[in-house]
Structures are given as structure tokens and as C-alpha cells.
């Protein structure tokens, strides 16, 4: 009996520390063309998205970027301002980007 209550503890911490590994979260950036060519490599999935996709992520205390894509503003609900900073104005509006980031 104490053997089996072990092993199920056992494989109960493996199961939450494997959860705990896998965290993901995406983050969802305004990409501002800053002249240095960093929001069309975002916005692109180009392969030089991946550094700057990997710094954000550690920045924010996470491994890695999983992915990183541009997001049309449809998809984004309630969280695109209507004045101000991401907002649009004329025909121009501002664009985002989503990183994937896991632990």
C-alpha cells in the first residue's frame, strides 16, 4: 500500500513539474516601424523576427519564442484603443504583433 501512494506521488510531481515547464503565454505588442527593419521581420515571421521575439520573451522571464506573427486588428477584442496610442487615424493604423513565449 505504501508503495502505491510513493509511486502516485511520484508521478504526480513529474506530471505538475512537466505543466510548470510547458507554460506559454502570447503577448500582444504594437509593431512600430522604428527604420531598423525589426517590425517587418516580426510582422513577416522572417527568421531575423527570431532574436528580437527571444530577447522579448526573456525579457518578460521566459525561455523562448515559441512563434511570432503579425495579428490583424479584427482578432484583437476590446483592447485596441479608439484614441490615442494605437489607435488609427486616417487611413493609417497602428499594427501588431503576437509572441508566443514558453518557460
Known sequence: MRSMIAVSTVVGLIFFATAALAEKR?????????????DQCLAGGESCGH????????SHEFAQAVSFHKVDRDDITGDIPATGFGSCHGNA?????AIECAR
Open 93 to 97: 493604423c497602428a499594427r501588431f504583433v
Open 51 to 58: 532574436v528580437v521575439a527571444n530577447s522579448y520573451c526573456r
Open 26 to 38: 502570447i503577448f500582444i505588442i504594437a509593431n512600430n516601424d522604428d527604420g531598423y527593419g525589426v
